[in-house]
């Protein structure tokens, strides 16, 4: 599977923006979304960001299991990563998320129509 960023409905009907890795991993999963037009924001955001390393913040939850997360310039998390087995996991991760955001196309599932 070829990396991209997913825009998926739920079933409470918000949004969320996923970007898949290239292995089709989940690298970054958005909160909620009350709309199209903000998960449509979101992206732009994510990829205006993504980028610059100094906007991840390397993360461990309680259990020690690390993680990360994308924030945008005001310090608002954009989006956070699934855990990883190890730091050096999680920093790949953050490395093939930067190489990611700036071409990876978009699939949408749920189109309108």
Do not use: W
Request: aromatic share 6%; with cysteine.
């Amino acid at each position: 599977m070829a990396a991209c960023f997913e825009i998926a409905r739920e079933s409470d009907g918000r949004y969320r923006i996923s970007l898949q890795g290239e292995q089709g991993d989940c690298l970054l999963r958005s909160e909620p979304l009350p709309t199209r037009a903000a998960a449509l924001g979101a992206l732009d955001a994510l990829r205006q960001h993504g980028a610059l390393d100094a906007r991840y913040g390397r993360l461990s939850a309680r259990d020690g299991s690390p993680y990360f997360t994308l924030k945008a310039g005001n310090g608002q998390v954009l989006a956070q990563s699934p855990r990883f087995r190890g730091a050096r996991a999680r920093d790949e991760g953050i490395a093939q998320a930067q190489r990611l955001v700036a071409q990876a196309p978009v699939r949408d599932l749920n189109p309108e129509p």
